[in-house]
Nanobody, 121 residues
């Protein structure tokens, strides 16, 4: 199973980005998809998890109300819509697959390669 994260880039404060996480070698609807981010020198921060059934999602307080997860099982792709971005959101963003949802990176078996998000004017 391979996950491929994409969609990062440079955006101004207050802007939006949508990250994608394509699942290869398995079906997306089998997994909960977690989103994390990391800056150099800090631990990986959990952001959100979307249950495989798609009927429940969980968010960290730091992104609640600004970030939204979704999935398109037909395309085997999960998404992280990020709005009202702040400079402190600058990080490398990762998607990961697990069964079931978890806040802990060690519970995720498969990881995408990371995509850089930079929020700066």
């Amino acid at each position: 199973v391979q996950l491929q994260a994409s969609g990062g880039g440079l955006v101004q404060p207050g802007g939006s980005l949508r990250l994608s996480c394509a699942v290869h070698g398995s079906t997306l609807d089998y997994y909960a998809i977690g989103w994390f981010r990391q800056v150099p020198g800090k631990e990986r921060e959990w952001l959100s998890c979307d249950r495989s059934s798609g009927d429940n999602t969980y968010y960290a307080d730091s992104v609640e109300g600004r970030f939204t997860v979704s999935r398109d099982n037909a395309k085997n792709t999960a998404f992280l819509q990020m709005n009202v971005l702040k400079p402190e959101d600058t990080a490398t963003y990762y998607c990961a697959a697990a069964i079931p949802c978890s806040k802990w990176p060690s519970d995720y078996k498969y990881w995408g390669q990371g995509t850089q998000v930079t929020v700066s004017s």
